[in-house]
């Protein structure tokens, strides 16, 4: 089988199954006991905090574990939002984002909040200048994704937050579920206070995930109960998870440099391959793009047919994310960048990891070039 | 641009007579435990200044590390020149221009030990600052306030060119004022004593009072947590002297009436660090006593404790805000730790209305009916004492798992 549908979610490494296991059979004490099983249950998840914080480039403290992407997204928006609610009731943001903060942000409106949806242009890309123009004095909350889900255009987060120095009461919040291991991120230098990562992204497991919360930041926590995670997230602590997740995010990053590497030469490989058959339109930018998403859309087929005509040859791909493809609704992606619906109903996103080959990617061309030969016969 | 090495200047050593050479000792021993990640690393010390040669290691990280290595004033990263006025204007220009943006202004300080250099201070200043402005489109001179000050220094052997000035930890180098006791007690002020007495040279070995089963485990996680902090920021180990105090804390509830317990307590423990210390010959014991901040620590209660022994007992934080002290703790990250919320051996067995006011004569009087020497001896010979290494060494118990 051929796996590159990387970006809904990822194998989890072996030894990251082998930690999680290893902590949930013999160290399953509560961190919150009194008694030294709980201490040691606590000592791990501190430890886990430590490490992931060292790989992050942040503070121990400004580590919070949640249950993944979403959780992160809800709990930085929602909990920002009506933590500053007397302050402002303006937050920005773009019309790209992942379900999980665009959905918060339809949510909020409904309690009061105003929104802006900041427009991208044809690379799916918004402009530093046009977040700083929907500036206004009630604006208290900015949040902007990293790496676009469905077509993997990079925004300017840099330049974002170079200029967020200028005001220093608005909140910056970066999702970075998709970017982890494969763009880089500063935290600190880039004026983030809160950031999403989910652990299933990058090879570790569902249902484990970080909020970055820069020191001096404030939220309103959306859980209430014994007050773990320092207020901000109630819950007994899945300190297995938390392990597997410090374990993942080494590893990961330890192989990117050169994970990143692999990835653009399929990357190239395929788009270079993939663009010479006429039926097929790249949706990916050349410039500003991940390394390990690329979307491409079939003229006259839908994306369902294809993807399951592939699946025939055990290869697995996605529609747009995986997130929405269930309602089979046009990329809402696509769909800002200003493509035509029908483009955009054949939509086919490949999403590669670290242990993707050229071989496999060889084999994918061919495979797609055959459907697109096939399905061509038959939707005419 | 790539330096080449770290100018680092002493603070107050530079004061220092005949035993500067010590404290140079001391700095440069500190300056090498705080690169020990760094091997190719050269460590140069003179009478007056100190040069870290980088050889190829990564001058950032190397920056960051001496941030916190006590006895340094400030340091600067630096290239060494050959003395010869054209290869120094050559690479004064390299080094500004890596430093440049748009629109930046600069100025060059010069110094000159070396008297017999062709050029004197404002002749150099002079020749350097014109060869820049006729080399760079757009820089401008401002020697009140500029963006990138350029400094010269001659020196017998060469010539040092720096850009940028970052001041030091101060204090004085790690070990060069002897060694003292601190009692730790797993609260917020403690580990902030300790830090403002290592910063003054001092070698700490802590005292944790421990009491099983009245205070736990975890409080002496917490101890060994914070001794680990500590160590963190001193660059070498901690030895933490953990006593066994159930059985003296028992003998003082059955001894001493209710409201003069705590004040009792308080000897007993001086007492036992007084007696660790003698064995590891240190010369003073350090408290996080604060005036007047709990019923322990107004003066009445200090005279009444303080008179078991004539050791020093240095209190850093003796004239500090509780505020100020939290500021402190913040900054050394040991105030999460201290915040972890266990009964320790100052918090468990507090009376409801201890004496704010103890006398002398009545502690004195109540303790005299029992003799505490045979339960002191026997804490001292039950101590148990760790070394705690900066660094994981704790996750080492579960390495393989991260």
Redesign the interface.
Known sequence: MIYFDNSATTRPYKEVLD?FL??SRNYYGNPSS???FG?QAE??LT??R??IAKLLQV?T?EIYFTSGGTESNNLAIKGAAFRHRNRGKHIITSSVEHPSVRLAMEQLKQAGFEITYLPVDETGRISAIDVEKAIRKDTTLISIMQVNNEVGTIQPIEEIGEMLKRYPTILFHVDAVQGIGKVPLALHEDRIDFCSFSAHKFHGLKGTGILYMRDGARLTPLFSGGNQEGKLRSGTENVAGA?AL??AL?MTLTKSEAGIERMKTIQNLLRTELSKNEAIHINTPVENAAPHILNFSVKGSKSEVFIHSLEEKEIFVSTTSACSSKKKSASSTLLAMGVPETIADSAIRISLSYENTEAEALEVIKAIENTVKRLGRVMK | MNYDRILIRYGEISTKGRNRNKFIDKLRKSVRIALTTFPSVKIEASRDRMYVLLNGENAKDIIEKLKHVFGIQSFSPAIKVEKELETLKKMALHLVQSQYNEGQTFKVTAKRSDKTFELNTDEINHTLGGYLLQNIAGIKVDVKNPDINVRVEVRKEAIYLSCETIPGAGGLPMGSSGKAMLMLSGGIDSPVAGYLSMKRGLELEAVHFFSPPFTSERAKEKVVDLSKKLAEIGGGSITLHIVPFTEVQQAIREQVPENYTMTSTRRMMLRIADEIRKNREGLAIITGESLGQVASQTLESMYAINEVTNTPILRPLISMDKNDIIKIAEEIDTLTISNRPFEDCCTIFVPSSPKTKPKREKVNQYESYFDFEPLIQEAVQKVETITIKPGREHSQEFKELF
């Open positions: 930690s290893t902590v009194l008694h030294s201490a000592r791990l430890q886990a430590e490490a503070k403290s392990v410090a374990k080494r």
